[in-house]
T-cell receptor, first 110, second 113 residues
């Protein structure tokens, strides 16, 4: 099963950009890269996904390395409400097992 | 659309009891899955299904059974509950043809005494 590796925790200051890294060196050519986040005491929620090109939506941006073995979720201006666990997973193509891993706990300081 | 509906929201069982967690989706998604989340931990995949009549094991399948007789429903059965199965359970579905986002239910908090 294709796996992802993320730092256990990161800290940011409010209104500063945050770059959350994810390594996925065993990614297959048809695997999409998905990001989800989980706020305290809530279920996971979708953030963004992409295949090869960088992606932007109202929540975040996703930068995908040219070799696709890593990606970075970018929150352009962190707010206190962005404090959550962020999960990077591989989806589709070679795998139907959507493994979440432990994610990155993002703390945002005022 | 209601999305993904999980019932019940809370359940307390005694060791050895059986029960079924229900999950239903109204989006005609082929892919459905069950996760468990222990306190302070990430989500772990229990079982998943890529369509009616097809199921497969995830990371932690022991102690759980699933079936997929219809596209809409994917129940999770605990045949003999154990305290180690105390957890929050999430059901999720996805349109596997497009690899769009996973839709999650609101979760079931299960306590086994």
């Amino acid at each position: 099963d294709a796996k992802t590796t993320q730092p256990n925790s990161m800290e940011s200051n409010e209104e500063e950009p945050v770059h959350l890294p994810c390594n996925h060196s065993t990614i297959s050519g048809t695997d999409y890269i998905h990001w989800y986040r989980q706020l305290p005491s809530q279920g996971p929620e979708y953030v963004i996904h992409g295949l090869t090109s960088n992606v932007n939506n109202r929540m975040a941006s996703l930068a995908i390395a040219e070799d696709r073995k890593s990606s970075t979720l970018i929150l352009h201006r962190a707010t206190l409400r962005d404090a959550a666990v962020y999960y990077c997973i591989l989806n589709g193509g070679a795998t139907n097992k959507l493994i979440f891993g432990t994610g990155t706990l993002l703390a945002v300081q005022p | 659309n209601a999305g993904v509906t999980q019932t019940p929201k809370f359940q307390v069982l005694k060791t050895g009891q059986s029960m079924t967690l229900q999950c239903a989706q109204d989006m005609n998604h082929e892919y459905m899955s069950w996760y468990r989340q222990d306190p302070g931990m990430g989500l772990r995949l229990i079982h998943y299904s890529v369509g009616a009549g097809i199921t497969d094991q995830g990371e932690v399948p022991n102690g759980y059974n699933v079936s997929r007789s219809t596209t809409e429903d994917f129940p999770l059965r605990l045949l003999s509950a154990a305290p180690s199965q105390t957890s929050v359970y999430f059901c999720a579905s996805q349109d596997s043809a497009t690899n769009e986002k996973l839709f999650f239910g609101s979760g079931t908090q299960l306590s086994v005494l």
